[in-house]
């Protein structure tokens, strides 16, 4: 066969239920044997603990204290961490260590490490919102630590958790394919005959931030996927659902999406050079250095009613018990400030603090976050936390 006209075969993932619900009971009788332990009536999942703030701060205290320390040791879901470790070490000379570790195998680490009394991990940017909201730190697991000098920049709804950054998952498609632009206008129309079997994103059964997506949409997202129903259709929304929200995530499970694993599977499956066939995908923005990097041809679905996709947000907390306490608050400020976080930035994201500028490696067609995208609630983590079992469930039963 002509490998210039080929259709790239999609690899679904076998979905890891058995690893799931092992790493699920793991963490869960982690916790409960830490709820076994005395408590301070303050650390029951649904209790959120203030943010510490030292009552005084000086920076140039904080470094030379940290110095004193030597090392730290962050974990991070993105490799990109290895690069914030290496430049904060180049600024401070204390020896930082950044590891790549999924969300939930960091969380069972920090338990772990906590009710052992032996805290090796400082500290981690963490993406599960809900899991750190609902577990992490109403267990006092990790802490919430406030750069004083730095708050001034640092929105209130962005303080506890303290939000370090935001990433963006988005619609793609296949402009080789559709040079006239994004095939679907409405995603409402991704629930519909035509696009049965070819709309792809990842595993709500194991990718933490497309559960919370759905579960946020099922909330505050009911209203938007209502007009924007009207408007596809021309009238309103007839459902047995509690509401649209749950009524789009339905037809959506409904129509045989492609669930993957890995964002790299759903970028080959739609934009790869010698794809042929026309595909929809969710993936994170960052999938765009394959753009150049890997010739895809991809772009963002824009004028997507209502939102081209969503963003989530990554937190910083500092592990409670860890031996480093000063160098962990000085990565904090470091992640705080452009000079810190802009390595996570270079494929795109916001900065939980208005003192950094956006970064200029958001993909073309993506210029206002604040009304393409649909946003996580900050308020809605607890909710997402004791969500995320009927969301996953409702999806389970829709799914087959």
Not at 178 to 194: I, M, R
Not at 321 to 330: D, F, I, R
Not at 333 to 361: C, L, N, R, Y
Request: with cysteine; aromatic share 8%; proline share 6%.
């Amino acid at each position: 066969m002509d490998s210039r006209h080929m259709t790239i075969p999609i690899r679904p993932t076998r979905r890891p239920t058995r690893r799931l619900a092992a790493a699920a009971v793991g963490i869960a009788a982690l916790v409960a044997a830490a709820a076994c332990a005395p408590s301070s009536g303050n650390d029951q999942p649904g209790a959120l603990p203030s943010a510490s703030v030292d009552a005084t701060f000086d920076l140039d205290a904080l470094v030379a204290a940290a110095k004193e320390e030597g090392s730290v040791l962050v974990y991070d879901s993105t490799g990109d961490i290895k690069k914030v470790a290496e430049a904060f070490t180049a600024k401070y000379g204390i020896k930082a260590e950044g590891v790549k570790s999924d969300t939930q195998k960091t969380a069972e680490k920090l338990v772990r490490e906590k009710e052992a009394g032996n805290v090796a991990v400082d500290l981690t940017l963490f993406s599960d919102g809900p899991l750190l909201a609902g577990e992490l730190l109403p267990r006092q697991v990790v802490y919430t630590w406030l750069p004083p000098d730095l708050l001034k920049d640092i929105p209130e709804t962005n303080r506890n958790p303290l939000l370090v950054l935001s990433k963006a998952n988005v619609w793609v498609y296949n402009p080789k394919i559709y040079p006239n632009g994004c095939p679907v206008k409405n995603v409402w129309e991704l629930t519909e005959d035509s696009w049965r079997g070819k709309v792809l994103l990842q595993d709500p059964l194991g990718k933490a931030t497309i559960v919370q997506w759905l579960s946020q949409t099922a909330g505050h997202g009911a209203a938007p996927l209502a007009d924007a129903y009207q408007r596809h259709t021309g009238k309103a929304l007839q459902t047995t659902e509690k509401n649209a929200g749950w009524e789009w995530v339905k037809k959506l499970a409904k129509n045989k999406p492609i669930i993957n694993s890995e964002d790299e599977n759903i970028a080959a499956a739609v934009a790869a050079p010698q794809q042929t066939e026309g595909r929809i995908g969710l993936l994170s923005i960052a999938k765009f250095r394959d753009v150049e990097g890997k010739g895809y041809h991809m772009a963002v679905c824009e004028g997507l009613t209502p939102w081209v996709g969503f963003s989530y947000s990554k937190y910083v907390a500092i592990a409670t018990g860890t031996k480093h306490p000063n160098a962990a608050k000085l990565f904090v400020h470091f992640v705080m400030t452009q000079e810190g976080i802009k390595h996570e930035m270079e494929e795109g994201g916001v900065s939980g603090s208005t003192a950094v500028p956006p970064s200029d490696g958001n993909p073309k067609g993506l210029t206002d976050w604040g009304t393409q995208l649909f946003a996580m609630d900050p308020k809605g983590l607890l909710d997402d936390y004791q969500n995320t079992q009927p969301v996953q469930d409702f999806w389970r039963v829709q799914h087959k």
